[in-house]
């Protein structure tokens, strides 16, 4: 018996990726072959057969993932830079703005000036909430769908847009469309 073969007694992942190397395919059951005219994607490796195996991790990924991981990383760590060497402009800044420097008694000039804008957020915190809800309760209900829900669904609680309903062409309802549904729903009663 052929030590490359399936029957050699050989058990294992080398005797599984040799048996697919020898009937042409890789682990995944598929593999790209060349063609004559066709050059091979740029960054792709070459395999045993002739074919190409895949990307090769070597040429520009890694690099690509370094410089996205990489770039955050340095802006952060500049950030706490400047931070450290004007903290105490920032200080004096934040407590200017903030009023929490002692202007005619302790946090006067808080409540008088940054603080008073906790219930300007809180009004439109409320708001942007309360035309959620109403967005949510009128608009599609299929997930992720941001159109009108017009038209209920049958024996569900759905209200779904034209786009999604069963029942609504999406070109336009012609006149005989509409006939139709009218026989449909007077024939149910």
Known sequence: MSPEGAGSGVRGPQAIS????????DAKGSRIHPQPNNPPPVGWRHDASGGYAGIDSEIGGSKVKKFVFGLPVLSLLAALVLVIVFFAFLR????????TLNESGPYYGFWSGFGSDIGEATLIGAVSVGIYTGVRKVNC????????GHHPLEGTPYHLCRKHHPDVPTEGASYEHILEQHRKYMEAQ
């Not at 040799?18 to 395919?25: E, L, M, R």
């Not at 004096?92 to 009023?99: M, P, S, Y």
């Not at 209900?141 to 009108?148: L, N, V």
């Open 18 to 25: 040799d048996a697919q190397n020898a009937a042409g395919s």
């Open 141 to 148: 209900h299929t997930k992720g769908c941001w159109r009108i």
């Open 92 to 99: 004096h800044w934040a407590a200017i703005h903030t009023g």
